[in-house]
């Protein structure tokens, strides 16, 4: 008599599948890296409260509204998702190829193409329509379109320049300014000088990103030169290019450290010192961690430290102001 028997497998209930796809989605759109852009926006949506108008826009201070609140974080969330969505779509060969990303989601055929064209659609709509809670400010609404197709664009940077990473550095820039801009978007009509404080902010997330990103690129270094992928270490090579990261990060820094004296009326006081005094060791943390003969260290490098700065900026830079 056979031993053998056969135990089936039960079938996942319907939830069960719901929440598997929610998860896959999640994880291909790297979900938990929200924490880069993400508190920078929600640093220029207090200061737009907390920063006096200017007198030749009526002086005061701009109304809270939480459907302003509402907007923010549901535009980051649309505009992130869309983002990371296309970049998988654009890159779905390329990462096939790669051993590094060759099991991501849809190379390994967990998601379709289909599915996730129609979660681009479904981000775009949904970051669209929420730029509508900011009426009547008409800025949102004007910019959302063309926003959603920078950040489009970036997935084919690489294709045909090596600034790829500072591409992605202005993605990211993105994310304080349209914030600013859908707040006090009115205030910029009488007052376009207003806008420079967060343009400002722009600039550290622009450095701080192409620093972190070039960084990230030297894993590929060797797969980008055999592709013809343009990147700064394919072209300059790993050492080189860790030098580029470590200029790009210098001036993020020396941006930061000199934002009180350039703008008085974001009250940043010793407080907002001390965290960049932080900031400044973490990115040295960061270059000693990794090396063109040690790239393990990568996800300390990348993501541990980079959250810790980002949200420092957040809390030091919400506090001081406020208090």
């Given at each position: 008599?056979?031993?053998?028997?056969?135990?089936?497998?039960?079938?996942?209930?319907?939830?069960?599948?719901?929440?598997?796809?929610?998860?896959?989605?999640?994880?291909?759109?790297?979900?938990?890296?929200?924490?880069?852009?993400?508190?920078?926006?929600?640093?220029?949506?207090?200061?737009?409260?907390?920063?006096?108008?200017?007198?030749?826009?009526?002086?005061?201070?701009?109304?809270?509204?939480?459907?302003?609140?509402?907007?923010?974080?549901?535009?980051?969330?649309?505009?992130?998702?869309f983002a990371m969505g296309i970049n998988r779509l654009l890159d779905h060969h390329i990462d096939a190829a790669n051993p590094r990303t060759a099991m991501r989601h849809l190379p390994r055929g967990v998601l379709s193409r289909t599915g996730v064209i129609c979660f681009c659609l479904?981000?775009?709509?949904?970051?669209?329509?929420?730029?509508?809670?900011?009426?009547?400010?008409?800025?949102?609404?004007?910019?959302?379109?063309?926003?959603?197709?920078?950040?489009?664009?970036?997935?084919?940077?690489?294709?045909?320049?090596?600034?790829?990473?500072?591409?992605?550095?202005?993605?990211?820039?993105?994310?304080?300014?349209?914030?600013?801009?859908?707040?006090?978007?009115?205030?910029?009509?009488?007052?376009?000088?207003?806008?420079?404080?967060?343009?400002?902010?722009?600039?550290?997330?622009?450095?701080?990103?192409?620093?972190?990103?070039?960084?990230?690129?030297?894993?590929?270094?060797?797969?980008?030169?055999?592709?013809?992928?343009?990147?700064?270490?394919?072209?300059?090579?790993?050492?080189?290019?860790?030098?580029?990261?470590?200029?790009?990060?210098?001036?993020?820094?020396?941006?930061?450290?000199?934002?009180?004296?350039?703008?008085?009326?974001?009250?940043?006081?010793?407080?907002?010192?001390?965290?960049?005094?932080?900031?400044?060791?973490?990115?040295?943390?960061?270059?000693?961690?990794?090396?063109?003969?040690?790239?393990?260290?990568?996800?300390?490098?990348?993501?541990?430290?980079?959250?810790?700065?980002?949200?420092i900026f957040l809390v030091v830079g919400t506090v001081d102001t406020w208090w």
């Amino acid at each position: 008599m056979s031993t053998n028997t056969t135990i089936a497998q039960p079938n996942p209930s319907a939830s069960m599948r719901f929440y598997l796809q929610v998860k896959n989605y999640l994880e291909m759109i790297r979900f938990s890296h929200t924490i880069f852009a993400l508190p920078f926006a929600m640093l220029a949506t207090a200061w737009a409260y907390l920063v006096p108008v200017p007198e030749a826009a009526g002086g005061g201070f701009v109304p809270f509204r939480f459907q302003d609140l509402l907007g923010v974080l549901l535009c980051m969330i649309a505009a992130r998702s869309f983002a990371m969505g296309i970049n998988r779509l654009l890159d779905h060969h390329i990462d096939a190829a790669n051993p590094r990303t060759a099991m991501r989601h849809l190379p390994r055929g967990v998601l379709s193409r289909t599915g996730v064209i129609c979660f681009c659609l479904v981000c775009a709509v949904l970051f669209m329509v929420s730029c509508a809670l900011f009426l009547p400010n008409r800025w949102p609404l004007i910019l959302g379109l063309p926003v959603l197709i920078f950040l489009a664009g970036y997935s084919l940077a690489k294709r045909f320049t090596r600034l790829a990473h500072f591409w992605l550095g202005i993605a990211l820039m993105l994310a304080p300014v349209c914030a600013w801009l859908a707040i006090r978007g009115q205030v910029i009509d009488q007052s376009p000088s207003d806008l420079f404080p967060v343009l400002w902010l722009g600039g550290i997330v622009l450095f701080w990103v192409a620093g972190f990103d070039i960084i990230y690129a030297c894993q590929d270094y060797e797969f980008d030169k055999k592709k013809g992928l343009h990147s700064i270490p394919s072209k300059l090579g790993v050492s080189n290019a860790l030098n580029v990261a470590k200029g790009s990060h210098a001036f993020m820094w020396t941006l930061a450290a000199v934002m009180p004296w350039m703008f008085p009326v974001l009250d940043l006081g010793w407080l907002y010192g001390v965290a960049i005094s932080l900031v400044g060791i973490l990115l040295v943390l960061e270059h000693r961690s990794v090396s063109e003969q040690s790239l393990e260290k990568m996800n300390l490098a990348f993501f541990q430290l980079n959250a810790v700065i980002s949200v420092i900026f957040l809390v030091v830079g919400t506090v001081d102001t406020w208090w």
